[in-house]
C-alpha cells in the first residue's frame, strides 16, 4: 500500500491509500510528470469496487485513460505477486464507434502499457482487420480488444463465443453520445444484454460496463440505456463527471461585402483564400467539410489558391483507400502535415496533439458535434481549443452566433434513445442462430431488459418469430425467408450454409447505394465510390477522388478501373 497525493490546479485535494495496482500506475505516472485528475481517480476507485457508471469529461481530458487504467489497476490489485504475466484472455473489451479511433486508441494504450511493463497485447478488430489476424484473435484473445459495434455482432456470430470472453473484466463504450439515438447503439445494447445473458447461464460474474461520454444534453437518460440491463437487476451505476472547464474560441470568418454573400446553394468557396493565413500560422489545422464531395473541391480549391501546400495538406474521408488513410492518421501524429481536410471521419475521439486549430466549414448541424470538433484542437488538458467557422451562406452568419451563445451558455441538445427497433432485432435473433443459437424463452428476457425492448409486448416477439421461422404470411411460400430451423434441444439456428453467409456478409450493413472500388490502370486502388455516381459517366469522363483527378477507362468486375488525368474540368 502506498499513499498518494491527487492533484489539481497545482493544490493536494486528496491524499489517501492505495493499492498494488495504483501504486504501480501512480509510479509510472510520476515518472513521466503527470498526476491523475479526481475523476480518473475516482473512476479506478469505482472499477476496483467492480462498480459500472458513466465517465463525463471534455474532450481532450483523458476519459479513455480513466477505464482504461482502472481496468488495469484492477488486474495487478487481483495479481499482486504475478501481474507481469502473458495470455491473461480478455480482459477489456471497447466498443468505438469509428475505425478511424482504434489506431490511435490502440496505439495510446499499447504505449502506456510498455511504460508501466505490462504485456498485455492491444488487438484491433474492424472491417480492416485482416482475415490472419482475426484467426490469430480466435486462438488467443489479446488482453485488450478494440473493436466496432458490426465487428462485435460478427464476433458473436462466431461458434463458441463463450470461451472468447470467458475472461472479461471490463466493457467500454467510447463515444456513447454518439451511438446513442442511432441503431448502431441498439446494436450495442443488444450485444451487451447477451453477452450478460450467456455469463449468467455459464455461472460467470457479470464484467462492469463503463460508458465513455462527452457532450450530450441529457446524459443521466444516456446512462440509463447503456445500463438497463444491471437496473433491470436493482444495481445503481455511478456518474463521474469532470470538474474541467475547457476554453473554446469561436473565430467566425465574416465575408468582406455581407450584402453580396449568397443566401444558400453555396460552398463558401470564394472565402477560400481567407483560410491560408489560418493554416500558415498553426501548427497543424483540422478542416472539416460536411460532405465527401464537398471535402473533394475543397481540398482541389485550397491547392489552387495556395500551392505552397501541395505535400502539405492532405485529404481523408472513408471512401479513400485504407492504406491513404492510415499514412493521414501517422501523419497527423508526427507533424508531416500542414493542414487535412476531413469529413466526419476524423470527428470523434483521435488525439492528434499537432493540431492547434480547427476551420469548420458550413453548418456543423448541431452544437455538441461543433463542441466535438473544436475539441480535436487543443487536445490536452488546460489548452484552449481554438475553432474557426466559415459560412457557407448569409443565414449560416446568424448560425455562428446561436454556436457561440450556446456554448456559452452550457446548452447543448438531447441524442433520444430508439425504441422497438424489430429490424435491428430480427438481424441481432439471426446472429447468434449463426453462432450458439438461441431459445426464446431464454433469450427473451435478456432482451427485454434492453432499454429498446423494454417496453415489448407479446404478440410483437411472437409476430418477429414467426417473420424468421416462416418469413411471416406474406413470405412463407418463399424457402429464403424461412431462416430458423429448430433442433431437438429446442435450439433455433440457421442450419443453412447460404443463409447463413448471407447473413454474415450483410450483418450491421446500412442499406445504401453499391459502392465500387476504384483502381488505377497502372496498379494501386484509390478507393470507393458510389455506383450511381459511376453510371452516370462516360467513357474518358473525369471525376475527383482522394484529391485526385481520374479518368474512367472502362468498369469490369465491381472495379472501375481509372488513369490520373490532367484535366481541370
Known amino acids: 500500500m502506498v499513499n498518494l497525493a491527487i492533484v489539481a490546479k497545482g493544490k493536494v485535494v486528496a491524499e489517501k491509500s492505495l493499492g498494488t495496482g495504483t501504486a504501480v500506475i501512480a509510479n509510472w505516472l510520476a515518472d513521466a510528470g503527470m498526476q491523475p485528475f479526481p475523476f480518473q481517480s475516482a473512476t479506478w476507485e469505482h472499477i476496483a469496487n467492480g462498480r459500472s457508471g458513466i465517465v463525463n469529461a471534455p474532450t481532450g481530458c483523458g476519459k479513455t485513460f480513466s477505464v482504461f487504467l482502472g481496468t488495469v489497476i484492477n488486474f495487478i490489485d487481483q495479481h499482486p505477486g504475478n501481474w507481469q504475466v502473458k495470455n491473461n484472455g480478455l480482459q477489456l473489451l471497447w466498443i468505438t464507434p469509428l475505425r478511424a479511433l482504434a489506431k490511435d486508441i490502440g496505439r495510446a494504450m499499447q504505449q502506456a502499457l510498455a511504460g508501466i511493463g505490462l504485456p498485455w497485447q492491444v488487438g484491433v478488430r474492424n472491417g480492416d482487420t485482416t482475415a490472419n489476424e482475426r484467426t490469430r484473435q480466435r486462438r488467443q484473445m489479446p488482453e485488450i480488444l478494440i473493436i466496432t459495434p458490426e465487428s462485435l455482432q460478427l464476433l458473436l456470430a462466431t461458434k463458441n463465443n463463450a470461451e472468447l470472453f470467458a475472461d472479461l473484466k471490463t466493457i467500454a463504450v467510447d463515444e456513447w453520445h454518439e451511438l446513442i439515438g442511432s441503431k448502431r447503439g441498439v446494436q450495442v445494447e443488444l450485444a451487451i444484454a447477451y453477452l450478460l445473458h450467456r455469463m449468467c447461464m455459464l455461472h460467470q460474474p457479470w464484467p462492469a460496463i463503463w460508458g465513455i461520454s462527452a457532450t450530450i444534453g441529457n446524459l443521466d437518460e444516456a446512462a440509463s440505456v447503456l445500463h438497463h440491463p444491471l437496473l433491470a437487476k436493482g444495481i445503481q451505476p455511478v456518474m463521474v463527471k469532470a470538474e474541467i472547464h475547457k476554453d473554446i474560441a469561436v473565430h467566425p470568418i465574416i465575408p468582406e461585402e455581407i450584402e453580396k454573400y449568397p443566401w444558400s446553394g453555396h460552398l463558401g468557396i470564394k472565402l477560400a ?30 491547392l489552387d489558391v495556395a500551392p505552397q501546400l501541395a505535400g502539405a495538406m492532405a485529404l481523408h474521408h472513408g471512401s479513400i483507400e485504407q492504406e491513404l488513410r492510415l499514412w493521414v492518421e501517422d501523419a497527423l501524429h508526427t507533424e508531416t502535415l500542414k493542414a487535412v481536410v476531413a469529413t466526419a471521419s476524423l470527428d470523434l475521439g483521435v488525439d492528434f496533439r499537432p493540431v492547434d486549430t480547427v476551420i469548420q466549414v458550413g453548418s456543423p448541424k448541431g452544437v455538441a458535434r461543433f463542441l466535438q470538433r473544436a475539441g480535436r484542437a487543443g487536445h490536452s488538458p488546460g489548452e484552449i481549443s481554438n475553432i474557426y467557422f466559415l459560412p457557407t451562406h448569409s443565414l449560416e452568419l446568424v448560425e455562428v452566433a446561436a454556436l457561440t451563445t450556446a456554448i456559452e451558455a452550457n446548452m447543448i441538445e438531447s441524442r433520444d434513445p430508439l425504441t422497438l427497433c424489430f429490424d435491428v432485432l430480427m438481424q441481432f435473433l439471426c446472429t447468434i442462430a449463426v453462432g450458439e443459437g438461441f431459445r426464446p424463452d431464454e433469450i427473451l428476457p435478456a432482451i427485454k431488459s434492453t432499454w429498446c425492448f423494454a417496453d415489448m409486448q407479446e404478440e410483437e416477439w411472437q409476430q418477429t418469430m414467426l417473420h424468421l421461422l416462416y418469413g411471416g404470411r406474406a413470405l412463407e411460400q418463399y424457402d429464403d425467408y424461412k431462416k430458423l430451423e429448430k433442433d431437438e434441444q429446442g435450439v433455433y439456428r440457421i442450419r443453412n450454409r447460404k443463409l447463413a453467409l448471407r447473413h454474415r456478409m450483410n450483418i450491421g450493413t446500412i442499406v445504401s447505394d453499391a459502392m465500387l472500388t476504384v483502381k488505377m490502370m497502372s496498379g494501386g486502388y484509390v478507393g470507393h465510390i458510389e455506383e450511381w455516381f459511376v453510371s452516370r459517366l462516360d467513357q474518358g469522363d473525369v471525376f475527383t477522388l482522394a484529391g485526385r483527378n481520374l479518368e474512367l477507362i472502362q468498369i469490369k468486375d465491381m472495379t472501375v478501373l481509372v488513369r490520373k488525368s490532367n484535366s481541370k474540368k
Open 273 to 302: 483564400h481567407r483560410l491560408i493565413p489560418i493554416i500558415e500560422k498553426s501548427n497543424t489545422t483540422l478542416i472539416f467539410i460536411n460532405t465527401r464531395g464537398m471535402a473533394e473541391r475543397w481540398y482541389q480549391t485550397l
